[in-house]
């Protein structure tokens, strides 16, 4: 019998069999206990269940023309497998499969993938559910939005599953839990922290399955963009990691390990406890783009200010011997290391004419002696405005994303930091944040365990960004990149100007580096 028919098939009965028996589980270990478990490694286990076990000869062989990094395109024969469900008790077997496509021939020449990196590309967006059931072939995994939506390639500017596969990499797609998932029964059953719980079970199984999936498990780079670029930081930052344990063991996640090699992040929405805070200090006196207008600048100044304690606490340095950032010279910061630099390579590569034009058209940027300067204020106001009112995450009425991502049980959103809920505007009596909150966010943020210096984390860092993405403030990549270098990783950080959310204007050097960081040799390399 064809496997993909099978897989199919226990897609749709996992789903409804468990549906109404979704529960949310709480992590043990508290405080000094988390502090050590974070920092402890998990030992690859034992054998496998037999529906973990990965059939390697259960494909079916697809033919496509994919674009390729440098522009063009490449026609590309591939081995397409699954979807197959990646634990064996899933809440939601329809979110919870990945697809895993594998080059066999590109442009006439035959491939050998057996040892070749990963792309481990997830589609997360707005942390909404993410499925590949119905893939029949590579770059196909669905984000689901609220009232049916579907973007093209799920709102990135380029189909990175597409771009890597062209480039000879193995590629697995996984699926996820997402905020908005609720079962008959009113339960909330995606949100925090489920989508990190389901990536890393994802990676679990590809390294169960070490010597039957096609490629190098050993050499996995995690890939996301927005709120899958945070998942991919955290997946990088948080492997092995024992405080994810209890929610593993209720899956039925392989036992082994969940650590990737590589991590490559856009504009990651990180650090959401800290996230209002520092998107004041960045964008507090932006207008928003919409209205023009000024956003409250009482609660800007307040949150801006919090910022400041918040940035000394990390007690990070920046990248360059810069020296130790803090709330004063972060703007500096940015400008030294970031936003002048992507300036001048994008003017840089204008023709004469065209960046006479572009200067013309934007006075705030000054070109002088092959590079752009311009200060801080400038930047604000060529960047065009703020797109979220204040608070920006944790909204006083409920109203975000993120309320919906901390949200538990049939209560569909929750304040997640103290000042929102002491704003709260929904007519909230209690005075305290839910009891399992602060281990939900540590959970949910990558620098939680940089901050601990965790051993499990990955060494490699690729982080990008536009300088025209008011989704986040610029200082959540900025003391990604700059906290991970600090702990010696191998960083390799930049801005794209003028360039808003999800973008990426640089896959060919992007997968060049990973082609470095994993010593692989593309095809016709």
Not at 33 to 55: E, H, K, N, Y
Not at 120 to 142: D, H, L, M, Q, R
Not at 191 to 197: C, H
Not at 327 to 335: E, G, I, K, T
Request: with cysteine.
């Amino acid at each position: 019998m064809n496997r993909r028919a099978v897989d199919r098939r226990t897609v749709l009965r996992g789903a409804a069999a468990t549906a109404a028996a979704v529960s949310a589980s709480g992590i043990a270990a508290t405080g000094a206990q988390a502090t050590q478990a974070a920092s402890a490694v998990r030992p690859v286990g034992g054998g496998l269940p037999r529906s973990l076990v990965f059939d390697k000869a259960d494909y079916t062989v697809r033919t496509a023309t994919l674009p390729s990094a440098d522009g063009g395109t490449k026609e590309v024969t591939y081995h397409f497998y699954g979807p197959v469900t990646y634990v064996t008790d899933p809440v939601d077997a329809t979110h919870q499969s990945l697809v895993v496509s594998v080059p066999v021939a590109i442009d006439g020449e035959k491939v050998d993938a057996g040892h070749t990196p990963i792309v481990f590309a997830n589609w997360v967006g707005g942390y909404f559910p993410v499925s590949v059931a119905k893939s029949t072939g590579i770059g196909e995994g669905i984000m689901e939005m609220p009232g049916g939506r579907v973007l093209e390639n799920n709102g990135n500017d380029s189909n990175l599953p597409k771009l890597a596969l062209a480039a000879g990499y193995v590629v697995v797609e996984p699926g996820a839990r997402g905020r908005t998932l609720v079962d008959a029964g009113g339960v909330y059953y995606g949100t925090a922290p489920a989508v990190i719980v389901d990536l890393k079970a994802a990676v679990r199984y590809l390294r169960a399955n070490k010597g039957r999936v096609p490629g190098d498990t050993e050499r996995i780079v995690s890939t996301g963009t927005s709120a899958g670029g945070a998942m991919s930081a955290l997946l990088g930052a948080s492997g092995d990691s024992h405080l994810y344990d209890g929610h593993l063991r209720e899956l039925g996640a392989a036992d082994a390990s969940d650590a990737v090699f590589a991590t490559a992040a856009w504009c990651p929405i990180a650090d959401l406890e800290h996230a209002d805070m520092s998107y004041e200090w960045c964008w507090g006196s932006a207008k928003l783009s919409g209205t023009g207008a000024l956003v409250d600048q009482t609660l800007s100044k307040e949150l801006s200010a919090a910022f400041a304690d918040y940035q000394a606490s990390l007690r990070i340095d920046g990248i360059g011997r810069y020296g130790r950032l803090t709330a004063r010279n972060y703007d500096d910061y940015l400008l030294t290391t970031y936003l002048r630099p992507a300036a001048t390579a994008y003017l840089d590569g204008l023709s004469a004419e065209a960046r006479s034009a572009y200067l013309a058209a934007n006075p705030a940027i000054g070109w002088d002696g092959g590079r752009a300067s311009f200060t801080w204020d400038a930047y604000l106001a060529h960047m065009g405005g703020r797109n979220k009112n204040v608070p920006s995450f944790d909204g006083f009425g409920l109203t975000t994303g993120e309320n919906n991502l901390f949200g538990k049980g049939t209560v569909g959103a929750r304040h997640f930091t103290r000042y929102g809920l002491d704003h709260d505007t929904t007519g909230l009596t209690t005075k305290r944040l839910d009891k399992d909150i602060p281990e939900t966010l540590a959970l949910m943020n990558p620098m939680h365990f940089i901050r601990q210096r965790h051993a499990g984390r990955s060494r490699h860092w690729w982080i990008r960004l536009g300088t025209s993405d008011p989704h986040t403030s610029l200082t959540v990549a900025g003391n990604l990149a700059a906290s991970l270098a600090g702990l010696g990783d191998d960083v390799n950080s930049a801005m794209y100007w003028d360039a808003g959310h999800a973008t990426n204007r640089d896959p060919a050097a992007f997968l060049n580096w990973a082609a470095q960081v994993t010593g692989h040799r593309p095809p016709g390399a």
